[in-house]
Every structure is written in structure tokens, then in C-alpha cells.
């Protein structure tokens, strides 16, 4: 027979056989230093289960009230950081931190990166680490590979080294999923907010709906739509989880300081990687071939004329323009933090999260590679936080601003159950649990997609059926005026159809992710883009759906998805389609 003993209670039960032993010989040293190596061994089984409740409860956050949730990581994370030794020169700030004094005076900064203990505010830093970090498990698989990379890829190692061919390998796939699943939307959507509107009291001279601050670095892998700006965000971010060194590449104007981003740099070897996100695209290489580095951007002419279009679209920036690139570290305060650093060395086997950045070292490679003026922090995730405290604080004060900000997502974000179905769902396929697990008991991603696909004609009757009001838990309020209650009605059929259609898009890029192309093709086909339910995914649906049939080799069908017009992304989709003529029909 045999017992499963704790580290603790063998030590305890050797202290005691010790002292029953020795009968009048004195063991009392030895006696103490084996109760002192129970002490430790017990506070270390101690601080190790602060570490697993606080990745036990990451890992559920999304189902949780998330501002209790984030008081009891942040406890458990405190009560941790008791057992752990003070380092020494834990006191400075990061020299490249001082890049962000225009955004956060010195003091604030200074503030946020040296206090030891944990708040709740840095729960969400946890969060997104734990979401990139799972999602990059799974997105890293040779699946999900770009058709038009591979052969290129494949003889890169004995051009680079292994160790570099493979890091861009990983960025190549991230990159890839950042531009399938994060629908293409304008940089900035300002036209687009009603005049009547009030608007919050914006700093910083944002403006709402701006480029890239309007959502932040969760709401946009979460809903699936960014701008430019805010796909390079994501992309980053998972490279950050994954190990690959990545920087944003901006243009500094001459007249005011002002940078302005146009593609993210990947550092692998010696060389920057170049990859666009308004266009969709890496930046093919000379010949079209491959992805083109920033050396050959700035010396030879063909890599940045090739980015146009003849006949419809020129691209704005030439060789001379991209002589010289401020690199943009996307790091937020609290991972230039020493908690933070101490936290992510706590961290072992399956509860790794990358959460510490050395910014003056990772600043010191950059800075070393010709075609780079200068690295900073970007001010992004700054900024995101800025106007997202200060569109909170509308919501709180004006009901009008309120219905439009929240109501645009309250098929994702509400209270209702079907809203906690669809973020169940969404939470389920970014971190890769496509499946049901029957052992468990949990529902996969593509169960819970399916439960928010009613029948349209359900949705329809909804109104007149008391029958179907009862089941999906609707009552008419005592007081309630029929007209209103009528009027509650149609709401929810709105949103109905919208989780509907919502769900419908991200079920059909589960199919894509697990490798499954014709079925992906036949969901976008005939059920996203179906005429009788166009939706707001049209445009990411279209693109998908041609990124399936290249799989299947229809290229006539490929070429002529890529080439639809007045879409978002309608200029990187064109050049997409020359590259695959190029490719595959040459």
C-alpha cells in the first residue's frame, strides 16, 4: 500500500521518527533544521498556490464578475510577492520610459513602475498575457501557414540560421490569423458618429472613434474588428507571447515631431522583417517574392513601387521615405515593472506568460540596425486607457451617449444569457477550444457558436409568439405600455440577428483555423454572405473565403473575391491577388 504524501507532512513525519529515535542523545539541531525546511517547504507550497488560484481564475475571468475577480488576483498575487526577496536596483526606472512623459507626467510613471505591491489595474495586463499566450499555442502551427510563403520560408534557414527562420516563421502565422480574424476597418472612424451625439471630453487632442485608441488592445482581439493601428497591435502583442521581437516602424514629420506608423518591423537575425496591416499583406520582397526587409526597402526602388496598384491605387510612401523609422516599443508601464518581472520568473512549466520587458536592452538592438533614427514606447496603450476612463465616465453621465457606446456590443458584452453565451464562445476560440470536452463537461467553441444561430423565422415571430417571449425569459413589465414593450421586442431581434451573424462569421473561421477549408468556404459562402443576411462581416468574409478556396486551388474565384471593390482592404486584396497570379497560375 502506498500513500501520496506532501513534501510538508514527509518532512513533519520525519522531524517526529527523529526525536522518537534518539532517545537521550541530543538531536536538537537536527530536529531544528528539519522544522525549518518544513517551514519553507510549506511557505513555498503557499506562495505556489496564490500563483495557481491567480492563473485558476485568468483563466475563467471571462465568465466572472471581473471587478471581483480582479481584487482576488491582485490578493493572491500581493500575498505571493510576501515570500519573494527584494532585488536590488529595483528603484530605477528605464531610461526609455522618459519617451512617454508627453502622455503620463514623470511622477505618475515613476509611480506605477516602482510600486511593489499589486492593484486590480494590473489584472488586465494579466489577462491579455494569459489570452495572447494561449492563443499563440495554437495559432503557431504549420495549418495555418501562408500558401504564398512557404517555398520561401523553407530556404530561408541556410540565408538566416534556424533559430531566426523560425522566429519569423512564428510571426508570419501571427500576422496571418491577426489580418483573417481582425475584419479590416478604417483608421479613422470619426464621419462615422451621429452629429447629435455628445461628445466626452477627450485629452490629448483624441477625438472619438480616432485612429487606434478607440478600443484597446482586448476589445479589439475580442470583438474581431480594428482599424490599421490596432491590428498592429494584436499582431505585436502575440509576437510579444511567443518571443519574437517586434517593433511598430513610424515616420517622424519634420514640421512637428509627429510620428506616424506604417508597418511593423520583425526582428529576426540581422535584419527588420517588413509587415503591413492596412494592407493586409507583408511587403513583398525584390521580384515579389518573399517579405522584404527594411535594407531592401530603403535601397532598392521596385520593393515600395510594387506596393501600388496601377490604375486604382498608389501607395503613399517611396524608398526615400523610409530612410529613417522611429521604432515603437509596444510595451505597457506595468511590464517595465520589477513586480512584474519578479512575477513572470515565478512562473513555471504550463503557467508561463511573457509580462517583463527589458526596454533599454530590446531598445540598444534596435537602435543598432541602420534604418532606424531613434525607439520609443508607443503611447498606444496609454492613450487606449485615456479614452476609454473617459468614455466610461459619459456613459455614467449622458443616457444617449450610453445607448451608443455600449449598445454596439451588448450581443458580446451584455448581461443576458445569450450575450454569456457568445462570449463563452468568443473566449473558447481565441484560446483554441474549438471542441466540447465531454470529460469535463464544457462546451467548445463551435456548440456555443451554433446555440446563438436561431432560426430566422423564430427571431421573426418573436414578437407575436408569447409562447417563444416565455422561453427566452421575456415579460412584459407591470405598467408596461404594449407599444413599448412592442418596441423592446424589435430591439432584441437586433440583436438577435447581429450575435447571430456575429457568431455565424467567427464559426466559419473556427472551420478555417482547424483546417477544415471547404467547410469554412461553404460557411462564408453560403451562410455569412448569404444576400438575405449581410452583416458588418462582410468585407473580413469575403477576403476569408477567398483565402479558402486557395486551398482548394480555385484561383478564378480567388482572384476575383480579392479584386471586389470598395472594401477596406480593397488595395492590399488586389495586390494579394497579383501575388497569387504570380505564384500559382503563372
Known sequence: MTFASSPASVLAWMASALVLLSGCTDDSETVRRIQTQRQVAQQKQSQQDHLGETVSLLSQFVGLNQEKAS???????NQWLQGQTSDRGSGEVPELASTLTDVIPEEKLREEILREEFKPTDVTVLRDAYLFRHAVQWIDDPIREDLLLVDWLDGLSAEIGEDAAAQLRTACRLFDWTVRNVAA???????????QLPRPALPMGMKLEGPGYRQTLFQTIWRGRGDPIQRANVFTALCEQAGVRTAVLALQSDEDGSLTPWSVGVLAGD??????TELGLPVPGPDQVGIATLEQARKEPTVMRRLDVAGYFDYPLSRTDVQQNVALLNARIEAISPRMKKLQNGLTGDRRMNLYVDVDSVSEQWDAIPGIAGVRMWTLPLLANLYQAEAERMVERDPLFSFWYLSRWAVLDGDDDMARNLSSGRWQHLTGQFSDDDIEGVKGARTRYLEQRAPEFEIEDLRINVDLQKRYGLRRGLG???????QQLQQIQMFMRLGKRTATHWLALVQYDDGRFDTSANWFGKRVLDEDQMSMWEDSARYNLARAKEHAEEWEEV????????TFSEHGNRLRARLVAKSFQE
Open 480 to 486: 408596461v405600455d404594449s407599444s413599448d414593450y412592442d
Open 271 to 276: 535584419q527588420i522583417y517588413l509587415f503591413e
Open 559 to 566: 482572384e476575383e473575391l480579392l479584386k471586389s471593390e470598395r
Open 71 to 77: 481584487r482576488q488576483i491582485s490578493y493572491h498575487l
Open 185 to 195: 476597418e478604417p483608421l479613422d472612424a470619426s464621419e462615422g458618429v451621429p452629429p
